[in-house]
Nanobody, 124 residues
């Protein structure tokens, strides 16, 4: 599976961005999808994940109510709608694909495929 993330950029605090991750190479609907982020000098952390059918979604506590993950299996794409952005949301955002389910999706271990990352910078 090849993953291509896009949609990053620079935005002022309180603003919005939508990230997209386009998948190719396998049946997209077989995979759970996740978003992770890595700020400068910090470890990569979980942001959100969505099961292969979409009814099960997980969020990091720090983004609940502000970020929304969704997927369109017909377009082989997963999205991350980011609203009310904060300075601390500044990071490189990565999408990832996993043949897994459940709360394990909150960790990096089940993800076999990763996109290249897209930079999100939130300014004051």
């Amino acid at each position: 599976v090849q993953l291509q993330a896009s949609g990053g950029g620079m935005v002022q605090a309180g603003g919005s961005l939508r990230l997209s991750c386009a998948a190719s190479g396998d049946v997209f609907s077989r995979y759970a999808m996740g978003w992770f982020r890595q700020a400068a000098g910090r470890e990569r952390e979980f942001v959100a994940a969505i099961s292969w059918l979409g009814p099960t979604i997980y969020y990091a506590d720090s983004v609940k109510g502000r970020l929304t993950i969704s997927r369109d299996n017909a377009k082989n794409t997963v999205y991350l709608q980011m609203n009310s952005l904060k300075l601390e949301d500044t990071a490189v955002y990565f999408c990832a694909a996993a043949r897994s389910s459940g709360t394990l999706l909150r960790s990096q271990s089940p993800y076999s495929y990763w996109g290249q990352g897209t930079q999100v910078t939130v300014s004051s």
